[in-house]
């Protein structure tokens, strides 16, 4: 999925080093422009290395810094990164490993503005936000969040922009205005918004899609490619949430391996009716059977109390009755999961093929932005759960410790009842 070049093979050794201790079992596939500066022969080697079916990460020394003139004139899959030293092989380990995050987070964290539309992709005609940082994520508000948002600072526009920064800080825009900063809390019951700008623009989502149609099917082509490697190498199981990402999983499973897609859903006894109506509509558009498996956590949730951060003893149950269902179907499985780099720390650690137990899991959307999971599935003519459509970010079940002053408000706003425990 992932290939690095650097200027030259001692450049290349330096990353290698790094690589095997910060990015282990990664397979990640190193190449060199054979110590060249010249733009013309740097770019010619460029050209006949990078395809349209993986990632590449360029790393440049201080010294090659003119060579980030090159990146507009490759792919969107395509990022150059300056390491801060005169070269490669000069940084630390933990620089170079730095480094190599940093180019994986400047592909997926731009946003461009080309007519009346958002435009994912570095060739836009304005950039409107772009960022190296792995934490930031950027996703489109739907109706549910406008209803939060406009009572308390009025008009913004439809299908608002979010970055999500860090400690809960969201940056709003409306077309290429910035126009409010929104302060979602972890814990209490109210979130802080301040407005910067009367200006808005009512987008159409549509237009959006339209717009981002070859930058949609770019990451498409990637994942199935990475797929494809695993072609009759075992039965392909994908853990369903009812959630984006892993509905987007499920499409991209059927897509790469056409039958024999086997997707699970762990009832909880705690989900949403939301989620629940979700699995079964999506499933027989799909034409698949969903495996259901119960995770006895409304009852385990009576005697061990909430879960909390520190003590997520519901996630436990979960992969417990997941695997117990997997083992019931295959002596062989492939999980597929939703898994992106940019919903936490630990999971941009992983490898996007690693063995967990006794399954072989892989990640194909690693690099996938939330914004692309949204359109993913309009793309492919489905809706996203209607809770998506209230304003939530992720969904989990009721008592998920997760859920932040942000859901709950769209809870009360929207009347939905949690069962007292």
């Not at 539309?117 to 934490?135: M, R, T, V």
């Not at 199981?237 to 892993?246: E, M, R």
């Not at 149950?317 to 940019?342: C, F, M, Q």
């Amino acid at each position: 999925m992932f290939n690095l070049i650097v200027k030259a093979k001692r450049d290349a050794d330096a990353v290698k080093a790094a690589l095997s201790r910060f990015f282990n079992g990664w397979n990640i596939k190193i190449h060199t422009f054979k110590g060249m500066t010249s733009s013309d022969k740097v770019f010619d080697i460029l050209s006949s290395i990078i395809d349209d079916k993986s990632f590449f990460i360029i790393l440049l020394g201080r010294n090659e810094r003119h060579l980030m003139a090159l990146d507009k004139l490759f792919s969107d899959n395509v990022s150059f990164f300056v390491v801060d030293k005169s070269k490669v092989r000069n940084a630390r380990l933990l620089e170079i490993a730095l480094s190599f995050e940093y180019g994986r987070a400047k592909i997926r964290n731009i946003v461009g503005w080309n007519n009346e539309s958002y435009f994912f992709s570095k060739s836009a005609e304005e950039i409107i936000f772009s960022s190296h940082i792995p934490a930031i994520d950027v996703f489109i508000g739907f109706s549910g969040f406008l209803k939060l948002l406009e009572p308390r600072i009025g008009r913004i526009g439809s299908y608002p922009l979010i970055i999500r920064d860090y400690s809960g800080l969201h940056h709003i825009y409306s077309g290429v205005f910035k126009i409010a900063e929104l302060k979602i809390l972890s814990v209490g019951e109210d979130f802080y918004v301040n407005r910067l700008s009367d200006k808005y623009v009512d987008l159409n989502l549509n237009s959006i899609l339209t717009s981002n149609v070859n930058v949609i099917e770019m990451y498409e082509r990637i994942s199935l490619s990475f797929l494809s490697q695993f072609k009759g190498m075992g039965d392909i199981i994908v853990p369903w949430s009812g959630g984006k990402d892993s509905t987007c999983a499920l499409v991209l499973a059927l897509k790469a391996f056409r039958k024999n897609v086997v997707p699970i859903f762990v009832d909880t006894g705690l989900e949403f009716n939301e989620t629940r109506e979700y699995i079964d509509e999506i499933s027989s558009r799909l034409g698949v059977n969903v495996e259901v498996e119960y995770a006895p956590i409304d009852k385990e949730l009576k005697v061990r109390g909430l879960p909390t951060f520190d003590n997520r003893w519901c996630t436990r149950l979960k992969i417990e009755a997941l695997y117990n269902r997997i083992k019931k179907i295959s002596d062989n499985p492939i999980v597929i999961v939703g898994d992106r780099d940019v919903e936490s720390r630990l999971r941009s650690l992983r490898p996007p093929v690693r063995r967990h137990e006794f399954v072989l899991q892989l990640a194909p959307m690693k690099m996938w932005p939330t914004w692309l999971s949204q359109l993913y599935l309009i793309y492919n003519d489905l809706p996203l759960n209607k809770l998506y459509y209230y304003g939530f970010y992720r969904i989990g079940c009721f008592i998920c410790p997760s859920l932040r002053s942000w859901e709950r408000a769209i809870m009360r706003e929207k009347s939905i009842q949690i069962p007292q425990f």
